[in-house]
């Protein structure tokens, strides 16, 4: 019966509606799973405090911070195969300075080491804690590190406890540049956007109806045919010779 006109085209309208209603239900799980909550910066003196370590509670959060870049005492951090982190002290108008992580670079040449803004900034950026509390010295050559620590920053003046992995900075460096990706993240765990997982779900339990539905209508045209008639026309074809 199923080889039947009725059945084939019955059939290839139930996967095409299945498999239409899959990619809607995986298309509202992507949507849910992007509800990414945006949040504006807080200012770094409310996260960041001189000497003492950023708390486990502020990691990951998006700060912003004014001041005056330090050049004299930038570092560059060695991160990993050939690449390097440039971190410049931002000095505010008042209280410890601030370590920005300004970009990625792959050599030490690269322009954007030497590019450092002059003048009063803004900087936007995640508040990071350092890859060591208080860390070694570096034994690199000056102006290296071989981490982003208190000890390998060995600034001679007062200095949170932690830094910031640069987002945006006004005005905008001279000097494209990768940025800095931070360590660690505020976790994203309760960002699922809940209307659409209830979508994705609704797609699938109609997929589910369009098989039972299927199922269903096959079950009653056999009924009909009855059991006798569905025997012989089951039943082999004998050769007679």
Not at 155 to 165: M, S
Not at 204 to 231: H, K, N, S, Y
Request: hydrophobic share 45%.
């Amino acid at each position: 019966m199923l080889t039947t006109r009725k059945w084939i085209g019955l059939s290839i309208l139930a996967l095409v509606v299945i498999v239409a209603f899959g990619v809607l239900s995986a298309w509202q799980w992507q949507r849910a799973q992007r509800d990414e909550v945006v949040t504006a910066p807080v200012p770094a003196a409310e996260v960041f405090s001189a000497g003492e370590p950023l708390a486990t509670s502020a990691y990951g959060t998006v700060v912003s911070a004014s001041g005056t870049y330090d050049a004299a005492h930038q570092v560059v951090v060695v991160h990993g195969n050939g690449t390097y982190w440039v971190v410049t002290p931002l000095q505010p108008s008042s209280g410890p300075a601030i370590p920005v992580a300004r970009a990625t670079v792959t050599s030490l040449d690269d322009p954007a080491v030497a590019d450092v803004t002059s003048g009063n900034v803004t900087v936007t950026g995640v508040a990071q804690p350092y890859e060591g509390d208080p860390g070694t010295p570096s034994s690199l050559p000056a102006g290296q590190a071989d981490r982003l620590t208190a000890s390998g920053l060995a600034l001679p003046y007062p200095a949170v406890g932690g830094w910031i992995a640069l987002q945006s900075q006004t005005p905008p460096p001279v000097v494209a540049t990768t940025p800095v990706q931070p360590p660690i993240t505020q976790q994203a765990g309760g960002n699922l956007r809940l209307q659409n997982a209830s979508y994705a779900v609704q797609w699938l339990l109609f997929a589910g109806f369009v098989i039972f539905f299927w199922w269903r209508m096959l079950r009653d045209d056999l009924r009909e045919l009855g059991p006798e008639q569905t025997r012989q026309e089951t039943a082999p074809v004998r050769e007679v010779y």
